[in-house]
């Protein structure tokens, strides 16, 4: 009986709550528009954070242009290491796009008015991106693992064909998961308030506008990050064991520092990348300030994809030789 009154209670609570937000559903206006607030705290700073930003902008295009077309012309950088770096840097392309521009005109203007709709496809294409790259990721982490632990089959195994099916079923997943979060929240109902203290389109301050129950999204985000994150990173994990413990084997001085340079650039780029997605999305929120989450957050989204290009230059004996040519 006493379990029967407190499953009644709760029936009871849960009427409440759907009649309460059904009022304030009825209450509010819709939100059709968005108040982006970004870096408002930061007026006597904008001329130069708009400054940064904008070369950072200019050097993330440039540099991820400039990748895509060595790999497309120069006949020795055609393996499927640098095809599948060309795809990264066109997803660190339409990433950075994606959020500068007008992250540009909300610093420039003290912040900014977006649209439901805009709002919603920024994080779809952010969401997407973000799980293509660690989709690339791990394929490409494959790709040293084989062609350091298993070279003698590396180019029976790692063929032109399998290479464009890795990157399509990468492209396909990455838009596809991110598809799934999105099509719930065009479900929701947006009631105000109406202002992100934010730059960009998160799910969590974008989730807080709506007057619906968004417990099922939140559910579902969380069980997303499994085969989105988790899993790719352990795969990751795994496959730089093998190849640490491959490397150890190697007799040569000379021999381990070679194979190791083959995969340091990439490794280092997991390890941005990863470190700054846990320290946004791993970590409570009320556990660091909101100027923190901002600064992690234009890491994320402008920072990194800037540094990939600049550090698989830097410590790739094959792109270094092309620009010591030229």
């Excluded at 991110?178 to 301050?205: K, M, Y």
């Excluded at 499994?226 to 795969?235: D, E, Q, R, T």
Aim: proline content about 4%; some cysteine.
């Amino acid at each position: 009986d006493a379990e029967e009154c407190d499953n009644a209670t709760i029936y009871e609570l849960h009427l409440e709550n759907r009649y309460r937000r059904t009022i304030d559903m009825e209450n509010h206006t819709m939100v059709t528009e968005i108040i982006l607030l970004g870096f408002h705290h930061l007026h006597s700073m904008r001329h130069l954070l708009f400054s940064i930003i904008l070369v950072v902008y200019c050097l993330t295009i440039s540099g991820n242009f400039l990748i895509t077309v060595l790999v497309s012309c120069y006949r020795h950088l055609h393996f499927p290491m640098y095809f599948f770096l060309t795809q990264m840097s066109i997803s660190d392309i339409l990433l950075t796009t994606s959020i500068a521009p007008q992250m540009l005109s909300i610093v420039n203007h003290e912040g900014g008015i977006i649209s439901l709709k805009a709002c919603i496809t920024q994080y779809y294409f952010f969401g997407a991106c973000e799980a293509l790259e660690c989709f690339l990721l791990t394929v490409m982490s494959y790709d040293r693992y084989l062609a350091i632990c298993n070279p003698l089959q590396y180019t029976s195994i790692m063929d032109h064909a399998f290479c464009i099916k890795l990157i399509v079923i990468s492209w396909v997943l990455g838009f596809f998961v991110a598809l799934l979060i999105i099509l719930p929240i065009t479900q929701l109902v947006f009631c105000g308030p109406n202002i992100i203290d934010h730059f960009f389109c998160d799910i969590d301050p974008l989730l807080k506008l709506s007057c619906s129950d968004t417990l099922i999204i939140h559910i579902e985000a969380f069980f997303l990050a499994v085969p989105i994150i988790v899993i790719p990173f352990l795969m990751v994990i795994v496959s730089y064991v093998y190849i640490a413990l491959t490397i150890a084997r190697i007799p040569s001085i000379s021999g381990k520092k070679k194979a190791f340079s083959t995969c340091s650039s990439h490794l280092t780029v997991v390890s941005i990348f990863y470190g700054t997605l846990t320290s946004i999305y791993a970590v409570p929120t009320n556990e660091r300030s909101l100027t923190t989450s901002k600064i992690l957050s234009m890491f994320l989204t402008v920072v990194t994809p800037m540094l990939n290009p600049i550090i698989y230059s830097l410590r790739n004996n094959d792109i270094r030789e092309i620009y010591d040519v030229e």
